[in-house]
């Protein structure tokens, strides 16, 4: 059985830093392309960032270049997003997905919430 479980996330002002984790289970987070997601209330589910495997080459949305990196750790089978320089527009459920590309599994989610 897959199972995605996040967790970091929280309640932070502009500005500040979040680092969200996702351990996969019953999945080789090393040997798929994981991906993160999220989705603020009334709008659609966007692509955050995704980490693909083999080269490890890294994909983000433009909103977030520069501010949010996905990284992986093999030995714990985890993906991490760091989110740095975070303002309300990124206030949102985030969602750990795999594969990146049209995934099949989901977390539960953790929400993200920026004040001003």
């Known amino acids: 059985q897959v199972q995605l479980l996040e967790s970091g996330g929280g309640s932070v002002q502009a500005g500040g830093s979040l680092r969200l984790s996702c351990a996969a289970s019953?999945?080789?987070?090393?040997?798929?392309?994981m991906g993160w997601f999220r989705q603020a209330p009334g709008k659609a589910r966007e692509m955050v960032a995704r980490?693909?495997?083999?080269?490890?080459?890294?994909v983000y949305a433009d909103s977030v270049k520069g501010r949010f990196t996905i990284s992986r750790d093999n030995a714990k089978n985890t993906v991490y997003l760091q989110m740095n320089s975070l303002k309300p527009d990124d206030t949102a459920m985030y969602y750990c997905?795999?594969?990146?590309?049209?995934?099949?599994?989901w977390g539960q989610g953790t929400q993200v919430t920026v004040s001003s």
């Open positions: 997905a795999a594969p990146c590309l049209n995934p099949r599994y």
């Open positions: 019953g999945y080789s987070a090393n040997n798929n392309c």
């Open positions: 980490i693909f495997s083999g080269s490890g080459s890294r």
